[in-house]
């Protein structure tokens, strides 16, 4: 039911979510239909029309896909819904970790014929890290092939949860036209042209079925919720309110997912996905309070308004109206003019304005209180998880995690003219995209763009075409490569001695070096009797981690290896902490380029769905890309191939593909690790 967005909201009241999904599932055809049927937008917004609120950027238009998270915000029912539009495409899955990072709730949407999809399981995994609760969302069940159990399988084998479906489709593909609401045993028919469904008696031909699938529902709660259990076990049923109230603790809980079904672009079960979003999911008031740490000690900070402020800034973007940073809000209140504090940056900051975000358009507020969702304009050192307080209350907040990049080009102003300007702009995507980085090489001098995938950089650098008008030249990708130890060397001396008028150095150490099961750098001390002092042992720790930066093979960094200082000496005069970091970094690499390395090259999971005609030539073709073929299903008319390829051999795969599909062919990528690179080997 539509209502006006109230101007202050009870906490209890406020539903701050995200739509996840993988690419084309129809994130954004939910989104939009949310704010067309809660009176928010007065026209239906089409991705194919390029007329959506919240892909308002030119590329995602352009493109047809979300590329930037979006926050809108609507209301339903009396309650105030924080909606963020998330991108699908796995380069962009930076975007989604850090707005996960912020939400109490989701929805997952499926598609009904493709059921789980790569990056529905990738942005899942994100969700769970974050205990985030779900509902799903079974979509596009007009299409040809659509099956709601087939989908309903597909989440249970893959995602592992207990999905408990409360809706039993009325009609199939073309013939969709509603659901039975099986808490209330009543169905729900929509017909072209009207907004509101109509509810009438469940139809004479799906009573039984309907009657069986409540039962299944009851049996499969009652299984995970005491309350429910003992209810059914007194009166071998249990009542729509024992229901909903299971099903609502099971959610946020996450020991079940509630799944409903529809059609979001013939706008057809959305209103009930609205209801399961005020009824299932969790408002601020019923989330465990946040945690953080300052000087060393953890703190709490539960979601009321008359507590310390402290908030997370898990966006930055630039507009024409100024910088923007977006917060989550999580104890406190703010008001325009307050001073807060940047822990961080150990700097106080003013709060220009305070925003409600709706896509690109924005409306002032006076104030805002825990449990929000808004930007605020006048912070200049806030970086995408920065954590701001309140200055006499500090507090650290976790922030969102930041995948390492995978793929570099070099970038060049084709004008030496526009230099200056290239950098600034490098600068300033940077700080809004923390998954994107700038360096300098130092060899080549060449400013290098790092990101997740092709499709990043290339939007990264568009973006600055259009926002600068800036002709840029882009070098051919590369990846990035990673040296591991896979034999080491015991009893490895170094001594570094230096003496050149003045205080001398000295630094004598043994190392052992041996591969660690797995990526990342273990250093331990085996030292006895004190012949090493304690802060000697760090400065050689951070000297070896200096050393991890250029491996022997081709100055890449290393990871999966173990280092163990097991003796050493020192000089009662020329001992230092730099000396013993000098020996820890020139003693590290000497021992590396005694051990057996090798070169790992990151790979990844790729799904291709083609036509059964073009399998063939799609299979040759991945072979000779190094590809591993892992699976393939078959589908009528089509098939889907999964294979494990290195990232190098993937670059114009897309064109490729196109071109031996006769363009009816796509394919996903996400990154699953590394792997020994064939014949990158030093052996001593």
């Not at 709060?351 to 912070?379: N, P, Y």
């Not at 080549?444 to 939007?459: A, R």
């Not at 000297?543 to 009662?572: K, Y």
Request: glycine residues 10%; aromatic residues 4%; negative net charge.
């Amino acid at each position: 039911m539509r209502t006006e967005l109230p101007l202050t909201t009870p906490l209890s009241a406020v539903r701050n979510l995200g739509i996840l999904a993988h690419v084309d599932a129809g994130k954004t055809t939910v989104t939009e239909r949310f704010l067309y049927l809660t009176g928010s937008t007065h026209k239906r917004g089409e991705v194919h029309d390029g007329t959506t609120v919240t892909d308002f950027d030119p590329q995602e238009r352009d493109r047809g896909i979300t590329i930037f998270a979006a926050a809108v915000t609507c209301a339903w029912d009396g309650h105030r819904i924080n909606l963020i539009d998330t991108p699908g495409h796995v380069d962009f899955a930076d975007e989604v970790e850090r707005s996960l990072r912020v939400l109490d709730g989701a929805i997952a949407v499926f598609d009904a014929v493709a059921g789980v999809e790569p990056q529905s399981e990738s942005v899942w995994r994100q969700a769970d890290r974050y205990g985030v609760p779900r509902i799903a969302f079974v979509n596009k069940l007009d299409r040809t092939g659509a099956d709601l159990d087939t989908a309903v399988a597909s989440i249970r084998e893959r995602l592992h949860p207990a999905p408990l479906v409360v809706q039993l489709p009325i009609g199939t593909e073309a013939g969709f036209t509603g659901v039975v609401d099986l808490l209330r045993m009543r169905a729900l028919v929509w017909t072209d042209g009207d907004d509101t469904a109509e509810e009438l008696p469940v139809p004479e031909g799906l009573l039984e079925e309907a009657r069986r699938r409540r039962r299944l529902l009851e049996e499969a709660v009652a299984e995970l919720h005491q309350g429910a259990l003992e209810e059914f076990y007194d009166g071998s049923a249990l009542s729509a309110e024992t229901l909903r109230t299971a099903l609502r603790d099971l959610t946020r809980t996450s020991e079940g997912v509630v799944v409903l079904c529809g059609s979001a672009y013939r706008n057809r079960g959305i209103e009930p996905l609205l209801d399961a979003v005020v009824a299932y999911l969790p408002s601020p008031s019923d989330v465990p309070a946040v945690r953080g740490t300052y000087d060393g000690g953890e703190q709490e900070r539960a979601a009321d308004p008359q507590l310390p402020f402290a908030a997370l800034a898990f966006k930055v973007s630039a507009t024409a109206t100024g910088r923007l940073t977006y917060l989550r809000i999580y104890s406190g209140t703010i008001e325009k003019g307050d001073t807060v504090w940047d822990p961080g940056a150990r700097r106080t900051e003013r709060i220009g304005r305070i925003l409600r975000v709706q896509a690109d358009r924005h409306e002032r507020l006076d104030r805002a209180v825990a449990g929000d969702i808004v930007a605020v304009i006048g912070l200049k050192s806030a970086r995408a998880g920065s954590t701001l307080c309140a200055p006499d209350a500090p507090l650290v907040l976790e922030p969102p995690t930041v995948a390492d990049p995978v793929v570099s080009v070099a970038v060049e102003a084709r004008r030496s003219t526009d230099t200056d300007r290239l950098t600034s702009a490098l600068a300033r995507l940077a700080e809004e995209d923390p998954s994107l980085t700038v360096r300098t090489d130092g060899e080549t001098g060449q400013t290098v763009l790092s990101g997740m995938g092709e499709l990043h950089l290339e939007v990264a650098v568009e973006k600055i075409r259009r926002a600068t008008g800036v002709e840029v030249n882009v070098g051919r990708p590369r990846v990035a490569y990673r040296e591991t130890v896979v034999r080491g060397v015991s009893g490895m001396v170094f001594r570094h001695v230096k003496q050149d008028g003045g205080a001398g150095q000295f630094a004598h150490i043994v190392l052992d070096v041996e591969p660690l099961d797995g990526p990342g750098f273990e250093f331990r001390s085996a030292v006895v009797g004190g012949r090493v002092p304690q802060e000697y042992v760090r400065s050689v720790e951070a000297g070896c981690r200096d050393a991890l930066t250029e491996g022997p093979i081709g100055g890449f960094p290393v990871t999966g290896l173990r280092v163990t200082l097991t003796d050493g000496a020192t000089h009662v005069k020329d001992s230092s902490e730099q000396a013993f970091r000098t020996a820890g970094r020139l003693g590290l690499r000497e021992a590396l380029r005694a051990c057996t390395t090798v070169l790992l090259e990151p790979v990844v999971e790729v799904t291709v769905t083609v036509p059964e005609d073009a399998v063939g030539g799609v299979l040759g073709d991945l072979a000779a890309r190094r590809g591993r073929v892992t699976g393939s299903t078959a589908r009528t008319g089509s098939a889907t191939v999964t294979a494990t390829v290195p990232l190098a051999e993937l670059f114009g795969y897309a064109t490729r593909l196109r071109s031996r599909t006769q363009g009816r062919g796509t394919f996903t990528a996400r990154p699953t690790g590394y792997a020994p690179a064939p014949g990158a080997v030093t052996v001593r």
